[in-house]
């Protein structure tokens, strides 16, 4: 093997192991959404996540999450991105004071993956939606 | 003390729901990332934010590093009487920021 090789060889090892962003396991993702609503089944429905399908820019994606329900029914709604190095966006907790039970925020997506809203209801229950989405240029790489 | 955009109506009917809109100068540092010499950049970002209105909840977030730099939220509060809304957020080195703007319900 000359010097050449070597270089290109050992830089097609080292390259993506650097710039591939880290991604939350299955598990670390199920474990972040069992903290924050507990055991209770994530029945699909009611709630509306509004995501763009296709994301030109990680660094900024616009986010906007509702549930048809009254406020007083709707305890929080928690946001997760499964294919982050931390599976957590945001948890919104609402109050006597809410006016209507949604939110508006913007996230970093690391890579293409499904963005998860979970709604939890007083009663305990939880209602969830997700959108798989594309990202072009992904965040947290510079 | 970090620049703060809030957008709240000046005045509002009894029990219309008000939309209020939140921009906060921040750079939200993830922690993920790394400096030129390969040394980790250290996690700082907002990770609580609480909105009442007269000492009652409207909103009580929770932040992580996946919110963009410049944290923007956009929520609703429902009108009731006049007084104040207040926001309190804390950052990573524990300081806490507090603005507030008046509402007069007609």
Redesign the interface.
């Known amino acids: 093997m000359n010097r050449r090789r070597f270089l290109v060889l050992s830089g097609a090892i080292l390259l993506p192991a650097i710039w591939a962003p880290a991604r939350a396991t299955p598990a670390e993702v199920k474990a972040a959404i069992r903290r924050a609503v507990g055991d209770a089944p994530l029945q699909p429905g009611r709630v509306k996540l509004d995501v763009p399908v296709l994301v030109e820019n990680g660094n900024a994606v616009a986010l906007a999450a509702s549930i048809d329900a009254l406020p007083g029914e709707v305890r929080a709604m928690h946001v997760f991105a499964d294919g982050n190095p931390l599976p957590n966006v945001g948890s919104f907790r609402f109050g006597p004071r809410t006016g209507q039970p949604r939110i508006a925020t913007r996230m970093r997506l690391a890579t293409s993956q499904t963005v998860i809203a979970i709604a939890q209801m007083t009663d305990g229950t939880c209602f969830t939606d997700s959108v798989d989405l594309l990202v072009t240029l992904a965040a947290c790489l510079e | 003390m970090v620049r703060v955009l809030i957008n709240v109506p000046k005045t509002a009917r009894r029990g219309e729901?008000?939309?209020l809109k939140v921009l906060i100068s921040h750079p939200m540092e993830?922690g993920?990332?790394r400096n030129d010499m390969g040394q980790p950049i250290p996690r700082d970002i907002i990770h609580s934010f609480r909105c009442?209105?007269?000492n009652?909840?409207?909103?009580?977030?929770?932040?992580?590093?996946?919110?963009?730099?410049n944290?923007?939220?956009?929520?609703?509060?429902?009108?009731?009487e006049s007084g104040q809304i207040v926001m309190t957020f804390t950052d990573d080195h524990g300081v806490e920021q507090t603005e507030s703007r008046a509402i007069t319900v007609a």
């Open positions: 729901v008000i939309e993830t993920q990332r009442t209105y007269n009652e909840l409207v909103l009580d977030a929770d932040f992580y590093p996946a919110i963009s730099a944290p923007f939220l956009s929520f609703t509060a429902l009108a009731e």
